[in-house]
């Protein structure tokens, strides 16, 4: 079992730019990581997931370029560095853990755990 914790989240301009955090407490080995998020109305989203070693990172096509996830093994926590931050990027944002090796990262059938979410509003 897992705890997961994220924080960072808060209001900020277009254009700004956000750094979440996701800390991981009690069975501390590195899982399969990913960032989701939901808006309101909306069905939870695949952001990105990064592999347990952190050498292999996936992200949807709507904030490649702009987001990137990280983790610190050491430090039990993964990161979701947002730049260039729009409107359509509100909603609440989901850290979740995989214990697969090689999960369906995109979707949120393939992790097991999950944090309690942050939330992120972008102002036009």
């Known amino acids: 079992q897992v705890q997961l914790v994220e924080s960072g989240g808060g209001l900020v301009q277009a254009g700004g730019s956000l750094r979440l955090s996701c800390a991981a407490s009690?069975?501390?080995?590195?899982?399969?990581m990913g960032w989701f998020r939901q808006a309101p109305g909306k069905d939870r989203e695949f952001v990105a997931a990064?592999?347990?070693?952190?050498?292999?990172?996936y992200y949807a096509g709507s904030v490649k370029g702009r987001f990137t996830i990280s983790r610190d093994n050491a430090q039990n926590t993964v990161y979701l560095q947002m730049n260039s931050l729009q409107a359509e990027d509100t909603a609440v944002y989901y850290c979740?853990?995989?214990?697969?090796?090689?999960?369906?990262?995109?979707?949120?059938?393939?992790?097991?755990?999950w944090g309690q979410g942050t939330q992120v509003t972008v102002s036009s």
């Open positions: 990064c592999s347990r070693s952190g050498d292999s990172t």
């Open positions: 979740a853990a995989s214990e697969g090796y090689h999960p369906a990262y995109y979707s949120s059938m393939g992790y097991h755990y």
């Open positions: 009690g069975r501390t080995i590195s899982y399969f």
